[in-house]
């Protein structure tokens, strides 16, 4: 090579360039398809405001003062209310993240009004602190609000002294560390599970090694246990490290039971493989297979899962995509397991969606590699 400067060389090398990014598909990919999409994903899919939560309410006072209350908390735009008589049916909506808190006016209540007094108690999920801050406050603003109506109405010119007293389940303290630790491993597994695997198959595309690979008298399922096995073990491993440093390091407490915590962390495998094995088998190529993984597996998983934003603050479309990132079923069980201890009326309804992602997707990837190979 030289170190003199010839535009013609120069030009002739610029037009070999240009036209290897138009042959190669990828590059748009990454130059257009790949910022439009995170551009929809951050403008649409990512919503810091709160919008209406949904809460429970139990009324166990049937005073007129207590119902009164409770029609302010039903009519505030702050709140969707689901009414009962008892905090036990509640609470496993509750831990579920069906509802995001629960108001109790207590049994008294109108007579502790009519003395002066009252206290009502407002129950949140404090392991998603941000939610439970919110509650709190506007739950707090909503008393506050019907306190002042209805001395205006009597003609007084104080409100009754009623106090709030909120509680933060599972975790009092509110660090938001009990929340994204859990998290951070369903992140940690998607990289394991499927970016890693989109490689295999494509890997033995671009060496030339699968037509001698489908030489040998090796099955089909033979062919796909030697790809998944060894990343399935290693996924457990990095689940197991990463909960024992969760523990360790950042103070996270641990509730539930190790086989739960295993079991959850099996069952999303099986999709998060498969799905990085169809990518695999589909790309042929192991640079786009990795672009493919990262836009259809890592970064749903860091914003539409739930991880860092509260799925009920987005759009509504954009929520029923939610329900096609595996992720979404995972962080609440590990959230779950850590945070609050086993709850398999959680566990199971997710572990089925899950177990039904993984068949489609080892399903679609032998019908990939089999028509690849023909």
């Not at 801050?133 to 739950?139: K, M, S």
């Not at 009623?162 to 992140?187: C, H, M």
């Not at 860091?302 to 509504?316: A, H, K, Q, R």
């Amino acid at each position: 090579m030289t170190d003199v400067f010839r535009p013609r060389r120069f030009a002739a090398m610029l037009v070999k360039e240009s036209l290897q990014i138009a042959r190669d598909p990828s590059t748009f990919l990454i130059a257009f398809a790949l910022p439009m999409l995170l551009l929809f994903l951050f403008g649409y899919g990512i919503n810091l405001d709160t919008a209406r939560s949904r809460i429970g309410l139990v009324i166990t006072d049937h005073s007129e003062a207590a119902h009164s209350l409770a029609g302010s908390y039903q009519t505030s735009k702050w709140f969707d209310v689901v009414t009962t008589g008892a905090v036990s049916q509640l609470s496993r909506d509750l831990v579920g993240g069906r509802i995001s808190g629960i108001v109790v006016i207590p049994d008294g209540f109108g007579r502790l009004v009519a003395q002066g007094g009252g206290t009502i108690q407002v129950l949140t999920d404090g392991a998603a602190p941000n939610t439970a801050n919110f509650i709190a406050a506007y739950a707090e603003g909503v008393r506050a609000t019907w306190a002042a109506a209805r001395a205006g109405d009597r003609g007084t010119a104080k409100p009754p002294p009623i106090q709030t007293d909120p509680r933060y389940w599972f975790d009092p303290e509110l660090k938001s560390r009990y929340n994204l630790v859990p998290g951070s491993i369903a992140v940690v597994m998607t990289m394991v599970g499927t970016l890693l695997t989109a490689l295999v198959i494509a890997r033995e595309w671009e060496r030339g090694t699968m037509e001698a690979i489908m030489a040998t008298p090796l099955g089909m399922a033979e062919f796909i246990a030697t790809k998944v096995v060894p990343y399935f073990l290693l996924g457990l491993g990095s689940m197991t490290l990463c909960a024992v440093l969760a523990v360790t390091v950042f103070g996270v407490p641990f509730r539930g039971s190790p086989l739960a915590l295993i079991v959850i962390a099996s069952v999303f495998l099986f999709p998060a493989l498969g799905q990085g094995l169809l990518i695999s088998a589909l790309t042929k190529n192991q640079f786009v297979a990795s672009q493919v993984a990262l836009l259809s597996a890592f970064l749903p998983t860091l914003l539409l899962s739930g991880f860092l934003f509260e799925i009920s603050s987005m759009p509504v479309p954009i929520q029923a995509i939610t329900y096609l990132v595996p992720s979404r079923y995972l962080i609440p069980q590990l959230q779950t397991v850590f945070i609050a201890g086993d709850d398999w009326g959680l566990f199971v309804p997710d572990m089925a969606v899950l177990l039904g992602f993984g068949m489609a997707f080892f399903a679609l990837t032998v019908r990939a590699t089999l028509r690849r190979i023909a």
